[in-house]
């Protein structure tokens, strides 16, 4: 029960409502802590799979826990991320984006939840659904949007309390909010495919569960 996989699983469930909290915190040196803690999360959810298999330590434990983890996480993330960006000041708004629009939230939590109820389905039809090519490059940049925009906060809290200027700040600004705006798109665009792949690709689960 007590395997490394699953230590690492539980401590990245720990990790959440710390992730979720520390970006409502004025200063920047809070959004720095949710950046490192939420790096350490998502290098949590590569570790615990790999030690799982290659420890041959694969428990029902983690098999339960490992979704719960990655859907608090991603809730835990996205939730600061929708109320800052929509700060009064503005300061924090996502580029291109403004504020994270709400149906971008819905999509990308919708997904996860309405996929992970799915696998547990085909798992009791005796069906192993693994993640797609698709769903794993989607994680790939969703972590890459979530990690950028918590730092794209403490950046902005910086430039406030440090009042730089000058031709490298507006340079890195640019491109930093690039980042953020791109890596969004790129996951929404993921999510959708991904999502539509899966269901038509196991669509005869669904008939089968209709008959």
Not at 67 to 87: C, E, N, S
Request: charged fraction near 15%.
């Amino acid at each position: 029960m007590w395997t490394l996989a699953n230590i690492l699983t539980i401590t990245r469930i720990g990790l959440a409502p710390v992730i979720a909290l520390l970006p409502f915190i004025e200063g920047y040196w809070p959004k720095v802590i949710a950046f490192v803690a939420f790096l350490a999360a998502a290098a949590s959810d590569i570790a615990d799979g790999y030690f799982a298999r290659s420890r041959k330590q694969v428990t029902d434990l983690g098999i339960l826990l490992d979704p719960i983890a990655d859907k608090l996480l991603l809730f835990a993330t996205l939730v600061p991320i929708y109320w800052v960006t929509r700060h009064p000041t503005l300061i924090y708004g996502i580029p291109w984006w403004g504020s994270l629009p709400l149906w971008v939230a819905v999509l990308l939590v919708g997904r996860e939840v309405l996929i992970t109820a799915f696998r547990f389905q085909a798992r009791e039809r005796g069906v192993i659904i693994p993640a797609g090519r698709a769903g794993k490059l989607k994680v790939i940049f969703q972590d890459i949007f979530v990690g950028a925009t918590i730092a794209w906060f403490a950046w902005k809290d910086l430039l406030v309390e440090m009042r730089w200027t000058g031709h490298l700040r507006d340079a890195w600004d640019r491109l930093h909010g690039a980042v953020v705006a791109l890596t969004l798109l790129v996951a929404v665009v993921l999510t959708v495919y991904s999502l539509a792949a899966y269901l038509y690709r196991y669509r005869a689960l669904f008939r089968a569960a209709e008959r």
